[in-house]
Structures are given as structure tokens and as C-alpha cells.
């Protein structure tokens, strides 16, 4: 098994608890995204034409309608095997990482950290690309939101990487069955 590590800001977890993710299941992270779709009457992910209540969304949720809107119509990224971010559990590669990630999101607290163990499928992705503030433009985002979907690092970018001093941060992306290991601090 894959071992990696969450930083439960949440304080949902325990030890030994099994997540089952898989066949198009949401996390909780999607079913916190998704009842806010919802309550709005948006019911799915579509660009033509882009349903009006979008634009009443707060920031975040805002962010992972286009997030999830990119990965299944841009040209780039519609024939590529990417998962869903509602469909996926959290992690980073190191204890340090979880740390990082909770301080990245503002939380106060020192959150706990667990192992975390998967057979599933994983994708490694560069959230730095999306720690940016944008306009509510399509053109403002459209070049972060497909290299984070492609698993560019921030780094790579030439032009980004001289102004972007945090350097990349990568998550991990669990899409199955989610194990949840020993509490490491």
C-alpha cells in the first residue's frame, strides 16, 4: 500500500477508519461542493450556456465548479483519464507537507496528522497553481486551471516560477479506498 499523510483540519478522522471512494463516489469534500451547488440549483457542470447562478457561488466553490467544468470540456483535458476532485480524499507526501497544507488554508490550530494508506489510483498535483486570486474571468484562470490539471509544476512556467516564491506544493489525490493509519502528531 501507498503511504501519505492528512492533516485533519477537520477533526472528522480516526484510526482504522476505511473510506470507500471509488465508481463515481463523493468524498466528503465533493458532498460539501456539491449541496452547495445545489442549494443554488445547479445541478451540473456545463459552459453552454453557463448557468447564472454561478456567479452567486462564494470564492471556493466558485473555483471547483471551473475546476470540475475545465477537466470534463476543455480540449486540452477532456480525453485525458482525470478524476474528479470531488470524487478524491486529500493527502501530501510528508508529515511537513500536512503541516504546510493546513498553514496554506489559514487554519490557526495545529491540526492532526494521520497516516494514510490506499491501493487506489492517485494523482499528484501542484496546488500551487491554484492559490492564485483571479477576476471572475475565464481568461484569468484558464492557463493555471489546465496546468494544474495537466500536473505542471509552478516551477516550469518561466515566466511564474520568478515570481512565485513558495515553489510548488504538491497533493495527492486519492480516487479509492482510503485506510486511515496512526495518528502521527
Same mark, same amino acid.
Given at each position: 500500500m501507498k503511504k501519505f499523510y492528512h492533516a485533519d483540519v477537520t477533526g472528522s478522522l480516526k484510526e482504522d477508519m476505511h473510506i470507500k471512494l471509488g465508481n463515481g463516489s463523493l468524498s466528503k469534500f465533493g458532498q460539501i461542493y456539491q449541496a452547495r451547488f445545489r442549494r443554488l440549483g445547479i445541478n451540473e457542470f456545463c459552459s453552454k450556456p453557463l448557468p447564472d447562478k454561478v456567479a452567486l457561488l462564494d470564492d471556493s466553490s466558485y473555483r471547483e465548479y471551473?475546476?470540475?467544468l475545465f477537466r470534463i470540456e476543455h480540449?486540452?483535458?477532456?480525453? %485525458? #483519464? %482525470?478524476?474528479? !476532485?470531488?470524487?478524491?480524499?486529500?493527502?501530501?507526501e510528508s508529515v511537513e507537507n500536512a503541516y504546510e497544507y493546513a498553514n496554506r488554508h489559514g487554519?490557526?490550530?495545529?491540526? $492532526? +496528522?494521520?497516516?494514510?494508506? $490506499? #491501493? =487506489?489510483? +492517485? *494523482?499528484? %498535483? #501542484? *496546488?500551487?497553481?491554484l492559490d492564485h486570486q483571479f477576476t471572475r474571468e475565464f481568461s484569468a484562470f484558464e492557463y493555471y486551471y489546465r496546468h494544474y490539471w495537466l500536473g505542471k509544476k509552478i516551477e516550469e512556467d518561466q515566466h511564474l516560477s520568478?515570481?512565485?516564491? !513558495? =515553489?510548488?506544493f504538491i497533493e495527492v489525490l486519492i480516487s479509492g479506498d482510503v485506510y486511515i493509519g496512526s495518528r502521527v502528531e
Amino acid at each position: 500500500m501507498k503511504k501519505f499523510y492528512h492533516a485533519d483540519v477537520t477533526g472528522s478522522l480516526k484510526e482504522d477508519m476505511h473510506i470507500k471512494l471509488g465508481n463515481g463516489s463523493l468524498s466528503k469534500f465533493g458532498q460539501i461542493y456539491q449541496a452547495r451547488f445545489r442549494r443554488l440549483g445547479i445541478n451540473e457542470f456545463c459552459s453552454k450556456p453557463l448557468p447564472d447562478k454561478v456567479a452567486l457561488l462564494d470564492d471556493s466553490s466558485y473555483r471547483e465548479y471551473f475546476l470540475e467544468l475545465f477537466r470534463i470540456e476543455h480540449p486540452h483535458l477532456k480525453e %485525458l #483519464d %482525470l478524476v474528479s !476532485r470531488l470524487n478524491c480524499f486529500f493527502a501530501v507526501e510528508s508529515v511537513e507537507n500536512a503541516y504546510e497544507y493546513a498553514n496554506r488554508h489559514g487554519h490557526k490550530t495545529k491540526p $492532526t +496528522i494521520y497516516e494514510v494508506h $490506499t #491501493d =487506489g489510483p +492517485i *494523482m499528484k %498535483l #501542484d *496546488m500551487t497553481w491554484l492559490d492564485h486570486q483571479f477576476t471572475r474571468e475565464f481568461s484569468a484562470f484558464e492557463y493555471y486551471y489546465r496546468h494544474y490539471w495537466l500536473g505542471k509544476k509552478i516551477e516550469e512556467d518561466q515566466h511564474l516560477s520568478a515570481h512565485e516564491k !513558495r =515553489g510548488s506544493f504538491i497533493e495527492v489525490l486519492i480516487s479509492g479506498d482510503v485506510y486511515i493509519g496512526s495518528r502521527v502528531e
